[in-house]
């Protein structure tokens, strides 16, 4: 309950200041002290906001036990603050190494705090005692990482030019994030603690791999692309290549659990989870496009689209609140549902012509890079389910042959293609060396 207030602060906290350092040419010391002041400024502002609001927060649920720890969680939104423009300078730079040690360490000890807590306490402290050691490793790690130092700002007609981008950045994380979240909280609020707890795990055990494999390309590739958008065949062709190798990576694997879902579901948690399955299959649906669907923002971003972005998610968050809406009489596979079909009558196309108005990637471009893996998954999905009706069961060598079978023949119908057999074949080649 808390979780919802407390990470739509934390995406929009440093106002989007982050993506402006990393999309920006040339900055100057002066211009990034003026950043990481506003910064400073702005977490102070959210934290009071979120300590203020938390009896508001605690009443709508209906939960005093939540206003303690929202007040709690304020403090975490202060400390985390100086943290943006350190981790957005060692994005900038590809310090992609350093970066990844201090997430490995930030998660690995936020782990162990929180199990640990968790069989001490019995209580949702722990969860909070796992938070703070995240963001204190995550801090102190940036800040060793970088020779990054505040001092005096200055402020020009760039520095106006990049607070502008980066307000848009916010204002589509703000709309997008309150869209994705408005679920949970109609969920919670109309249908209860038990239709939100299965529709919660099947949302987090459906984003959890995609999360991870996204994360961490756009990291790499948004500096990147923001370094070559003037080379137009360049940049084409790394996102579009990087974005196939994405869609051949996670979509048998999404395709496999949607199929598989009730085994699944049973396999990893026990039978009490098993009615999580559908509202984990209609989530998974949309999934399926979400791989390619999610990756435009790295296009608005190294193009500096602020505008065009946050446009984008006004237009989506609207579509996709009225999905929620919709299906909440049905409840949470109702919802879930209602989010699918909207995804592919109102978002898929949205999305691909908002990227194609302007820039090197044009609307035809996701088209063409779009069609071999939707055949591949159309046949997949045969494949997958005759042998799901011929071989019944639950049990890890059946789950795992499944699997098997589902990337084999993804595979085979994505090499039937030249495009896709060419690309594959550099990617071997690069791995072998």
């Known amino acids: 309950m808390v979780g919802t207030a407390t990470a739509l602060i934390a995406l929009v906290k ?24 506003i910064s400073i400024a702005a977490s102070v502002v959210f934290a009071l906001l979120l300590g203020a609001g938390a009896p508001l927060i ?3 649920y209906a939960e005093p036990k939540v206003e303690l720890l929202a007040v709690a969680f304020s403090a975490l939104v202060l400390i985390s603050g100086p943290q943006a423009v350190p981790a957005a300078i060692l994005n900038r730079e590809s310090h992609f190494d350093k ?18 807590g968790a069989l001490l306490w019995r209580s949702y402290w722990a969860l909070y005692a796992s938070a703070v050691s995240a963001t204190i490793v995550t801090g102190v790690g940036m800040w060793l990482s970088t020779r990054y130092r505040p001092g005096v700002p200055h402020f020009d007609t760039n520095t106006a030019q990049m607070l502008s981008f980066g307000s848009h950045v916010s204002g589509f994380n703000i709309v997008n994030y309150l869209s994705r979240n408005c679920d949970n909280i109609l969920i919670g609020r109309f249908q209860g603690g038990d239709q939100l707890g299965l529709y919660d795990r099947a949302y987090r055990l459906l984003l959890f791999p995609i999360t991870q494999v996204h994360g961490p ?3 790499v590739l948004v500096p990147l692309l923001s370094r070559i958008q003037a080379q137009q065949t360049s940049y084409r062709s790394t996102y579009m290549e990087a974005v196939s190798l994405i869609m051949i990576a996670t979509q048998p694997g999404i395709l496999f659990a949607i199929v598989c879902a009730a085994q699944l579901f049973e396999l990893l948690f026990g039978t009490r989870w098993i009615p999580a399955a559908p509202i984990f299959q209609w989530l998974g649906v949309a999934a399926l496009h979400q791989v390619m669907t999610s990756t435009a923002g790295w296009l608005f971003l190294s193009q500096g689209r602020g505008s065009d972005f946050f446009k984008l998610g006004a237009y989506s968050a609207v579509a996709t609140v009225a999905s929620f809406i919709i299906g909440l009489p049905w409840g949470a596979v109702g919802v879930a549902a209602s989010y699918a079909v909207m995804n592919y009558v109102v978002l898929l196309p949205l999305v691909w012509v908002s990227v194609g108005r302007r820039g090197p990637i044009t609307c035809r471009d996701l088209v063409k890079l779009a069609i071999p893996h939707a055949a591949a998954i159309v046949v997949a999905a045969a494949a997958l389910k005759a042998a799901q009706y011929n071989w019944q069961g639950v049990d890890l060598a059946r789950m795992a042959a499944l699997v098997v079978l589902t990337y084999f023949v993804y595979l085979c119908v994505i090499l039937l293609f030249r495009t896709k057999r060419e690309l594959l074949a550099r990617s071997v080649r690069l791995i072998k060396r």
């Open 99 to 116: 970066l990844a040690i201090i997430d490995v360490a930030s998660a690995t000890i936020a782990l162990v705090v929180g199990v640990v």
């Open 217 to 219: 390309i756009g990291k």
């Open 58 to 60: 605690a009443r709508f």
């Open 14 to 37: 440093d106002l989007g200041i982050s993506q402006a350092i990393i999309q920006r040419d040339t900055i100057s010391p002066g211009q990034v002290n003026s950043l990481f002041w």
